[in-house]
Nanobody
Framework: QVQLVESGGGLVQPGESLRLSCVASGFTISSYAMSWYRQAPRKERELVATVTPAGGSINYADSVKGRFTISRDNAKKTVYLQMNSLKIEDTAVYYC????????????WGQGTQVTVSS
C-alpha cells in the first residue's frame, strides 16, 4: 500500500522555523521526484519545492527561495522541508508529493500537514 505521511506542522510565530517530514512506503522512492506543495485557504495549491530522485537538482518557488530547504534521504525513505524565517503568508496545508521519473506516469499525495504562522 502506497503511503506518504507528513508530520512536523504546527503553530509558530513570524520569524520562527519548522521542519516538515514526509515518510514514504509502498513504492521505491529513489525512482521518484519528491515535492512539497501548499494550499492556503481560498487559494490554489502551489508548488513549493522539488528534488529529483538522486537529489541532483532542486527547485524552489520564488516566494520561499533563501528561506526553505528541501532534502531527501532515500535510505530512510524520507523527504524534509526545512522552513526558516516563516512569514504569515506561509500559512497553509503542506502536502508531500511523489512523481515517478522519467515518464511521470505515477503520482502520489500525502494527506497534508497544517502550518500556521501567526503573531
Amino acid at each position: 500500500q502506497v503511503q506518504l505521511v507528513e508530520s512536523g506542522g504546527g503553530l509558530v510565530q513570524p520569524g520562527e522555523s519548522l521542519r516538515l517530514s514526509c515518510v514514504a512506503s509502498g513504492f521505491t522512492i529513489s525512482s521518484y521526484a519528491m515535492s512539497w506543495y501548499r494550499q492556503a485557504p481560498r487559494k490554489e495549491r502551489e508548488l513549493v519545492a522539488t528534488v529529483t530522485p538522486a537529489g541532483g537538482s532542486i527547485n524552489y518557488a520564488d516566494s520561499v527561495k533563501g528561506r526553505f530547504t528541501i532534502s531527501r534521504d532515500n535510505a530512510k525513505k524520507t523527504v524534509y522541508l526545512q522552513m526558516n524565517s516563516l512569514k504569515i503568508e506561509d500559512t497553509a496545508v503542506y502536502y508531500c508529493n511523489a512523481e515517478s521519473r522519467p515518464f511521470r506516469s505515477l503520482t502520489y499525495w500525502g494527506q497534508g500537514t497544517q502550518v500556521t504562522v501567526s503573531s
